[in-house]
């Protein structure tokens, strides 16, 4: 082969192989780009569809918000928190405001748990300490009342929440460690923030 034709081959070959690795780069970056939103992500569009509100950017005041006509919405919990199944957000507008609470169904989807302006018997950071206030709760091995029981906590024992899922029967469950492995039911739980179960209870029986 010519000198001539092999060297035009050789640069062909090179640039060919350039070419390809720089388009592979732009692939692999365009599917990065493509990546499914987090939870934490679809958790904000969440509260943005539910309140209709504007998110707030970082360090901006809610007043700003509300005086354009918006209703202002920031999240107050963590990427880490949202993974676990829980998302806050401070919900404000020229009249006041209150935290709104969304939590993972079992099917992955953000709902509206509940809206708030007073402290809570809820635990709503994970991984943290709740203390059982029923007479007795079972532990089952899924988030559901017909999962196989596989302990009984007995009123007053300590608990690590992990997780939380969402449903209407009637609260939702967390799932512990701890003194048992498993999913609790919501309500026969507190956090261990309070001293006692008298808010669980005002709550649960009131």
Not at 17 to 26: E, M, N, W
Not at 109 to 130: A, H, S, Y
Not at 161 to 185: C, H, K, M, T
Request: hydrophobic letters at 45%; aromatic letters at 6%.
């Amino acid at each position: 082969m010519p000198i001539v034709r092999r060297a035009a081959l050789v640069l062909a070959i090179v640039v060919g192989t350039l070419v390809a690795g720089f388009s592979g780069a732009q692939g692999a970056e365009l599917v990065r780009d493509e990546d499914p939103p987090s939870r934490f992500e679809q958790a904000v569009q969440a509260a943005l569809a539910l309140t209709g509100g504007v998110l707030a950017e970082a360090g901006q005041p809610c007043r700003d918000v509300a005086l354009a006509g918006g209703v202002c919405v920031f999240p107050q919990s963590t990427a880490d928190n949202a993974e676990r199944g829980i998302s806050m957000f401070g919900v404000g507008d020229d009249f006041g405001g209150a935290v709104l609470v969304l939590a993972l169904s079992p099917a992955g989807q953000w709902e509206k748990w509940f809206t708030t302006q007073n402290i809570t018997f809820r635990r709503l950071v994970l991984p943290g300490e709740m203390r059982v206030c029923a007479a007795s709760a079972a532990v089952h091995t899924s988030p559901s009342h017909g999962a196989p029981v596989v302990a009984e906590l007995t009123a007053g024992a300590l608990v690590t929440a992990e997780e939380f899922r969402l449903d209407r029967d009637p609260s939702g469950w967390y799932r512990v460690s701890g003194a048992a492995d498993g999913w609790v039911q919501a309500d026969s739980l507190s956090t261990a923030a309070l001293p006692d179960c008298t808010e669980r209870d005002a709550a649960v029986q009131g």
